[in-house]
């Protein structure tokens, strides 16, 4: 069974969401993609979306939200602050975006951790077993 979606709107909003609609429907989308990468697309597979994958989307979204690409575009961290003369910089966008990204994988790598899809295979599970 293919989804179409992880998490409805009605769901996003639920735990608290404050998107759009339409803004939501770009962001679930991107968010279901890593996912879809994280887990080989395993939930794709199963009968239905665990929460756990729906808290991971969100998660995802939120963080998108506050610290992803736009996010940084929109509204830079400020990498340095100085009040004596009044200096402020702005760290680099793509590290930031880097560094942003990190952290939302590991994030849903913690909420995933021994989340297993209907065959008992772990979600996470990348071929390896170490």
Known sequence: ??????????????????LTETAFRTEEF???????HLTASRVQA???V??????????????ESK???????DNPMIASFNTDGYSESYGSVTDQV????????ASVKHILDGELDDNGVPLLY???DL
């Open 1 to 18: 069974m293919a989804h179409s979606q992880y998490l409805t709107f009605e769901e996003y909003k639920g735990y608290g969401g404050e």
């Open 30 to 36: 991107k968010a279901r993609k890593r996912i879809d």
């Open 46 to 48: 199963m009968e239905s």
């Open 50 to 63: 665990p929460e756990a994958v729906k808290m991971a989307v969100f998660t995802l979204m939120q963080l």
């Open 67 to 73: 610290i992803g690409l736009s996010a940084q575009l």
């Open 98 to 105: 880097e560094a942003a990204s990190k952290s939302a994988m």
């Open 126 to 128: 990348r071929g390896l």
